[in-house]
């Protein structure tokens, strides 16, 4: 079965400093995908990966995939308050996926001054 | 382009009873997938279902049930309502397998 596993869980984070979420992930996919969630809202979708060495940026944000080392990692410079949230990766089966996406547990993003 | 709806927002239920919920997809999208999300099991995949077939199944019991129309539009329904059902509900489209899903505003249930 398919594991995500997200680092830390919890993520509290000082204004401007640079911080790295990690997505690890058991089995071979190459198509990984992050999500933002704000407290009582639905997912955001982020960034989709779909190739060894794949690089996303967006803003304060990027994401970088490894298929060999199956880890994701998701990049944010200079952290500002907007950032707070939680953030998921998802990982599907490259085959016989069929809509399943298996998500890490999230990781808690709170920004402070 | 509208985003994926959900109807209703907020449900509450008492036990036993049994609940359906509502999703349409993005405009074009024909994949709709239904997820479970409690702060206990995180978010949990449930069923897909692509051009009016179940595709996919989570790993939950044959309470959850769901079904998709010719228009795309899908339900799930849930019968015989446990206190552990209490969770978000999460509609997500995509156009086609592999695709980024998108995800709706989510059902609230609340079983009591």
């Known amino acids: 079965e398919l594991k995500v596993e997200q680092n830390p869980l919890f993520l509290s984070m000082q204004e401007g400093k640079n911080y790295t979420i990690y997505c690890n992930y058991s089995?071979?996919?190459?198509?990984l995908y992050w999500y933002r969630q704000d407290p009582g809202k639905s997912l955001e979708s982020l960034f989709v990966?779909?190739?060894?060495?794949a690089v996303k940026q967006e803003g304060r944000l990027m994401a970088s995939l490894d298929t060999k080392a199956r880890l994701s990692t998701l990049h944010i410079t200079a952290a500002v308050h907007d950032l707070s949230a939680t953030y998921f990766c998802?990982?599907?089966?490259?085959?016989?996926?069929?809509?399943?996406?298996?998500f890490g547990a999230g990781t808690q993003v709170v920004v402070t001054p | 382009k509208a985003g994926v709806t959900q109807t209703p927002r907020y449900l509450i239920k008492t036990r036993g009873q049994q609940v359906t919920l509502s999703c349409s997809p993005i405009?074009?999208?024909?994949?709709v997938s239904w997820y479970q999300q409690t702060p206990g099991q995180g978010l949990q995949f449930l069923f897909e279902?692509?051009?009016?077939?179940?595709?996919n199944k989570g790993n939950f019991p044959g309470r959850f049930s769901g079904r998709q129309f010719s228009n795309s539009r899908s339900e799930m329904n849930v019968s015989t309502l446990e206190l552990g059902d209490s969770a978000l509900y999460l509609c997500?489209?995509?156009?086609?397998?592999?695709?980024?899903?998108?995800f709706g505003p989510g059902t609230r249930l609340t079983v009591l």
């Open positions: 990966l779909l190739s060894n060495g």
């Open positions: 998802a990982v599907d089966m490259t085959t016989d996926s069929w809509g399943k996406l298996q």
């Open positions: 997500a489209s995509s156009w086609v397998n592999g695709d980024t899903q998108y």
């Open positions: 279902y692509f051009s009016e077939t179940q595709r």
């Open positions: 089995t071979t996919s190459d198509r």
């Open positions: 405009s074009g999208h024909r994949s």
